[in-house]
C-alpha cells in the first residue's frame, strides 16, 4: 500500500511539472494564467512568476488582470524580489483604485521599501524612500488595519537616520574637523530634537568647539574659548549629571585659565 501511494506521489508529481512544462511552451495565455494560478495556490511562486511574466503585456485591460497581477506582486513579495514587489504593487494600486486589495497593496508595496533599506553606515537613500511610502499610506490610510506596524516601521527606519545622521556628525570630531563638527552638530539637534543622543551631541560640540579654540590663532582665540564656554554650559543645562562631567569641567577650566590672558 505504501509503495502504490508512494508511486501515486510521483505520477502526480510527473504529471504537474509536465502540465507547468507545457503551459510554459503554450501560446494560449489563458493556459498559462490557469497554470500561473495553481502554482500560485500551491506556494509555488517562483514557478507562478515565470509564467506571470509570459502574460502580463497581454493581461493589461482584461477582466482577469486585476487578479493576476495582484497574484503576480504577491509572488514576487513572497519570493523576497523586494524592489520589483515594490514596483509591482505600485503599479497595482495605480491601476485598481478601486480594487478591495488596495489598502493591502499600498502597504505591502510599502514594506517592500523597507527591506531595501541597508545598515545604517551606507547610503540611506532607501531608507528615505521606505519612509516616505510608509507616511503615505499612514495618511492615506489613518484608520488602516496596518496602521500599528507601519508606524513601527516608520519608527525603526528614523531611529537608524537618527544614528547615521549622529555618526556622521561624529566623524568630523574624529577626523579634527573642528568648525564642521559643530555645524553637523547643531544640525543634528535641530532635525532630530527628542534624540537619544543628545547628550553625546552636545558633548562632541562642545569638544569640538574645545579643540578649536585651543588650537586657535591668537586673533580668533578669545571669541572660540568663549563659544566653547557656552557649549559647555548647554551640556551642563541638558544633563548637569552628564557621563562627561568630570571631563568637561577639566576642559573648562582650561578655557576660564586661557581666557585671563584677554583681561590684562
Same mark, same amino acid.
Given at each position: 500500500?505504501?509503495?502504490?501511494?508512494?508511486?501515486?506521489?510521483?505520477?502526480?508529481?510527473?504529471?504537474?511539472?509536465?502540465?507547468?512544462?507545457?503551459?510554459?511552451?503554450?501560446?494560449?495565455?489563458?493556459?498559462?494564467?490557469?497554470?500561473?494560478?495553481?502554482?500560485?495556490?500551491?506556494?509555488?511562486?517562483?514557478?507562478?512568476?515565470?509564467?506571470?511574466?509570459?502574460?502580463?503585456?497581454?493581461?493589461?485591460?482584461?477582466?482577469?488582470?486585476?487578479?493576476?497581477?495582484?497574484?503576480?506582486?504577491?509572488?514576487?513579495?513572497?519570493?523576497?524580489?523586494?524592489?520589483?514587489?515594490?514596483?509591482?504593487?505600485?503599479?497595482?494600486?495605480?491601476?485598481?483604485?478601486?480594487?478591495?486589495?488596495?489598502e493591502e497593496a499600498s502597504f505591502l508595496g510599502s514594506k517592500s521599501f523597507t527591506f531595501l533599506s541597508p545598515v545604517y553606515?551606507?547610503?540611506?537613500?532607501?531608507?528615505?524612500?521606505?519612509?516616505?511610502?510608509?507616511?503615505?499610506?499612514?495618511? #492615506?490610510?489613518?484608520?488602516?488595519?496596518?496602521?500599528?506596524?507601519?508606524?513601527?516601521?516608520?519608527?525603526?527606519?528614523?531611529? %537608524?537616520?537618527?544614528?547615521?545622521?549622529?555618526?556622521?556628525?561624529?566623524?568630523?570630531? #574624529?577626523?579634527?574637523?573642528?568648525?564642521?563638527?559643530?555645524?553637523?552638530f547643531d544640525n543634528f539637534m535641530i532635525n532630530f530634537p527628542g534624540t537619544v543622543y543628545k547628550e553625546k551631541a552636545l558633548?562632541?560640540?562642545?569638544?569640538?568647539?574645545?579643540?578649536?579654540?585651543?588650537?586657535?590663532?591668537?586673533?580668533?582665540? %578669545?571669541?572660540?574659548?568663549? #563659544?566653547?564656554?557656552?557649549?559647555?554650559?548647554?551640556?551642563?543645562?541638558?544633563?548637569?549629571?552628564?557621563?562627561?562631567?568630570? %571631563?568637561?569641567?577639566?576642559?573648562?577650566?582650561?578655557?576660564?585659565?586661557?581666557? %585671563?590672558?584677554? #583681561?590684562?
Amino acid at each position: 500500500m505504501k509503495k502504490f501511494l508512494a508511486l501515486f506521489a510521483v505520477i502526480i508529481f510527473l504529471s504537474s511539472c509536465s502540465d507547468y512544462q507545457k503551459a510554459l511552451k503554450s501560446e494560449d495565455v489563458a493556459v498559462k494564467f490557469a497554470s500561473a494560478t495553481k502554482m500560485y495556490d500551491a506556494k509555488k511562486y517562483g514557478k507562478a512568476i515565470r509564467l506571470f511574466e509570459q502574460i502580463a503585456p497581454a493581461y493589461k485591460g482584461k477582466p482577469q488582470a486585476e487578479r493576476m497581477f495582484y497574484m503576480y506582486a504577491q509572488a514576487l513579495y513572497k519570493t523576497k524580489q523586494y524592489y520589483l514587489s515594490g514596483y509591482q504593487f505600485e503599479s497595482f494600486s495605480a491601476s485598481y483604485p478601486k480594487s478591495e486589495k488596495i489598502e493591502e497593496a499600498s502597504f505591502l508595496g510599502s514594506k517592500s521599501f523597507t527591506f531595501l533599506s541597508p545598515v545604517y553606515s551606507l547610503d540611506q537613500t532607501d531608507t528615505y524612500k521606505a519612509v516616505d511610502k510608509l507616511q503615505n499610506y499612514i495618511d #492615506t490610510y489613518p484608520e488602516g488595519k496596518n496602521l500599528a506596524e507601519a508606524n513601527l516601521l516608520v519608527k525603526n527606519l528614523r531611529e %537608524k537616520l537618527e544614528k547615521k545622521a549622529y555618526e556622521n556628525a561624529k566623524i568630523y570630531n #574624529t577626523i579634527s574637523d573642528y568648525k564642521a563638527a559643530m555645524v553637523a552638530f547643531d544640525n543634528f539637534m535641530i532635525n532630530f530634537p527628542g534624540t537619544v543622543y543628545k547628550e553625546k551631541a552636545l558633548y562632541y560640540k562642545f569638544d569640538s568647539a574645545y579643540l578649536l579654540a585651543i588650537n586657535s590663532i591668537p586673533s580668533k582665540m %578669545k571669541e572660540r574659548l568663549e #563659544t566653547a564656554k557656552v557649549a559647555y554650559s548647554s551640556l551642563i543645562k541638558f544633563k548637569a549629571d552628564t557621563q562627561y562631567k568630570s %571631563k568637561a569641567d577639566e576642559m573648562l577650566a582650561r578655557i576660564d585659565s586661557d581666557l %585671563k590672558q584677554f #583681561t590684562k
